[in-house]
């Protein structure tokens, strides 16, 4: 009696049969957004819209700043220097201060996108920012190289968008949020952000690094709050690099 076939392999993300299409991993992207990633976007751009009202900064500011830098800290940065009366040198400064720590993370990510035209690299790099970061990171080892710029691009699409009806909404209802609730939304962010990475404390590494960053953070920041977060981030993150690669080793031989 003849045996029936075995059952084929799953398709890898390197399989072309894997691949979804433009059409339908921009499709995935965008609804992969529009979950907690949006809301949680919408709801700190809340805070930061009522923050430029409190500054007297008009609603065409508020979202050329959402455009033009699309993450959140540094847009704080420049709200506040500007309600100060700083130069716009000063602010610019800052602001390319504040946001230096994405250039890592697009370093890290523009690769993974495989060779895709240089204009939409630089379109890409324009918007990768924290929350998208960690979700490409997170899932482009199940996303094709060919339809990982498409799935990024729906995924940001939908998060800029989110963020600029957040400062919207945000600066048409300042006056009836106060002050402590559109800074309190602003935390939600990075609250969010916490969370996305502990999915990936299986890791080693990651845990470590995640640990150490919790004991080290709120120590360094009050020896020195201009550079403790560095510091926290550079020391903890080489130490969960160097002992997650222990166990590695091991299991290597």
Same mark, same amino acid.
């Given at each position: 009696?003849?045996?029936?076939? &075995?059952? +084929? &392999?799953?398709?890898?993300?390197?399989?072309?049969?894997?691949?979804?299409?433009?059409?339908?991993?921009?499709?995935?992207?965008?609804?992969?957004? @529009?979950?907690?990633?949006?809301?949680?976007?919408?709801?700190?751009?809340?805070?930061?819209?009522?923050?430029?009202?409190?500054?007297?900064?008009?609603?065409?500011?508020?979202?050329?700043?959402?455009?033009?830098?699309?993450?959140?800290?540094?847009?704080?940065?420049?709200?506040? @220097?500007?309600?100060?009366?700083?130069? @716009?040198?000063?602010?610019?400064?800052?602001?390319?201060?504040?946001?230096?720590?994405?250039?890592?993370?697009?370093?890290?990510?523009?690769?993974?996108?495989?060779?895709?035209?240089?204009?939409?690299?630089?379109?890409?790099?324009?918007?990768?920012?924290?929350?998208?970061?960690?979700?490409?990171?997170?899932?482009?080892?199940?996303? &094709? #190289?060919?339809?990982?710029?498409?799935?990024? +691009?729906?995924?940001?699409? #939908?998060?800029?968008?989110?963020?600029?009806?957040?400062? #919207?909404?945000?600066?048409?209802?300042?006056?009836?949020?106060?002050?402590?609730?559109?800074?309190?939304?602003?935390?939600?962010?990075?609250?969010?952000?916490?969370?996305?990475?502990?999915?990936?404390?299986?890791? &080693? +590494?990651?845990?470590? +690094?995640?640990?150490?960053?919790?004991?080290?953070?709120?120590?360094?920041?009050?020896?020195?709050?201009?550079?403790?977060?560095?510091?926290?981030?550079?020391?903890?993150?080489?130490?969960?690099?160097?002992?997650?690669?222990?166990?590695?080793?091991?299991?290597?031989?």
């Amino acid at each position: 009696m003849t045996q029936p076939p &075995p059952p +084929a &392999p799953p398709a890898s993300a390197d399989d072309p049969a894997a691949r979804l299409g433009g059409g339908r991993a921009l499709r995935r992207g965008v609804i992969e957004a @529009l979950g907690a990633p949006a809301l949680l976007l919408f709801a700190s751009y809340l805070g930061f819209g009522s923050l430029v009202h409190g500054a007297e900064l008009s609603l065409f500011a508020g979202l050329a700043s959402t455009i033009a830098t699309f993450a959140l800290p540094g847009q704080i940065v420049a709200v506040e @220097l500007y309600a100060t009366g700083a130069t @716009l040198t000063g602010i610019a400064l800052a602001v390319a201060l504040t946001n230096v720590r994405l250039l890592p993370m697009t370093l890290a990510l523009v690769p993974r996108f495989g060779r895709a035209p240089r204009w939409q690299l630089y379109a890409l790099a324009h918007v990768i920012a924290v929350t998208g970061w960690v979700q490409a990171m997170t899932v482009f080892h199940r996303v &094709p #190289v060919a339809d990982r710029v498409p799935y990024y +691009a729906g995924f940001a699409a #939908v998060l800029l968008s989110s963020t600029l009806t957040g400062t #919207v909404c945000g600066f048409l209802a300042s006056d009836a949020v106060p002050a402590a609730i559109s800074l309190g939304l602003i935390m939600v962010n990075p609250i969010y952000f916490l969370l996305m990475l502990s999915r990936n404390l299986a890791v &080693p +590494a990651h845990a470590w +690094a995640m640990g150490f960053g919790v004991v080290l953070g709120p120590s360094l920041h009050l020896l020195s709050p201009d550079w403790g977060l560095l510091a926290t981030g550079l020391i903890a993150g080489t130490a969960g690099f160097v002992i997650g690669r222990k166990p590695l080793r091991r299991r290597n031989g």
